[in-house]
């Protein structure tokens, strides 16, 4: 079990990525528009909160967010162009990039995981021809009870060299706010192309990271803390510049 280092409001998968998961109102219109970002979500080991919490949660290294009814969610990553990961990122065992169960290697037809960089993000489980957000009618398994969330992260084969590539973007370690959010540039929850070729990632090298969802009312129970508020619309709309 990987130790789960949370520095502001980030999980460190490794020294070079980091992921966060941000509040977004919840739009059913994700392919066409960017998700409002509202800000990141507190994140919480599961292993500080052992006494509390469900114990098959224990069983793997994990994190616990609040999830807000009406609100939906977005993956937030950022890694380095010197060393770029490759990212699985699983609801149950469906696949959320391709919306099936995916294969454990890098060898079949469709491409079912994202490179970091070029990738900074991912909002949600495709179904069909389009990616149903992050939200509470998709997390929820039944009432009450929430789906699991794992972003499994693949390391490059230690004989790889990224610097005789041709890279996608250059310099130093890729912020997310680097990401294009236009909406007519590509959508939102595309997949952007594994520029350097499957035979580059190192299968047996996955660190695996599970996100459980709880109810904000249970967050405030168990963390002693006050969940995260719904945003004001108006203020949202206002900043926006939307009417």
């Known amino acids: 079990m990987i130790p789960v280092d949370i520095q502001a409001e980030r999980v460190y998968l ?3 990525l980091s992921i966060s998961i941000q509040r977004a109102e919840y739009l059913r219109a994700f392919e066409k528009e960017p998700p409002h970002n509202l800000g990141a979500l507190p994140l919480h080991r599961v292993s500080d ?3 509390v919490l469900p114990a098959t949660w224990h069983k793997e290294a994990g994190v616990f967010v609040p999830l807000l009814p009406d609100e939906a969610l977005w993956l937030g990553l950022s890694g380095t162009t010197e060393r770029p990961n490759a990212v ?3 609801l149950d065992d469906i696949n959320a990039v391709t919306g099936k169960l995916s294969p454990p290697d890098f060898h079949s037809s469709m491409q079912d995981y994202l490179v970091c960089p070029p990738q900074l993000h991912w909002d949600g489980v495709r179904t ?3 990616v149903e957000p992050f939200a509470a009618p998709i997390l929820t398994r039944d009432p009450g009870i929430f789906k699991t969330l794992r972003v499994m992260v693949y390391e490059a084969l230690p004989e790889i ?3 005789k590539r041709e890279q996608p973007t250059r310099g130093i370690p ?10 007519a540039s590509r959508e939102f929850s595309s997949v952007m192309a594994d ?3 499957r035979e580059t990632w ?5 660190t695996t990271l599970c996100v459980q969802f709880v109810e904000p009312a249970l967050y405030e129970s168990v963390t002693r803390k006050a969940a995260p508020q719904p945003a004001d619309r108006k203020d949202v709309f206002t900043r926006y510049r939307l009417p």
């Open 14 to 16: 490794s020294p070079r």
């Open 49 to 51: 909160y052992s006494q």
């Open 88 to 90: 699985r990122i699983y």
């Open 128 to 130: 069909g021809g389009t």
């Open 161 to 163: 060299s990224f610097r």
């Open 174 to 183: 890729v912020p997310l706010q680097a990401a294009s959010r236009d909406p």
């Open 195 to 197: 520029p350097y070729g």
């Open 202 to 206: 190192d299968e047996k090298s996955a």
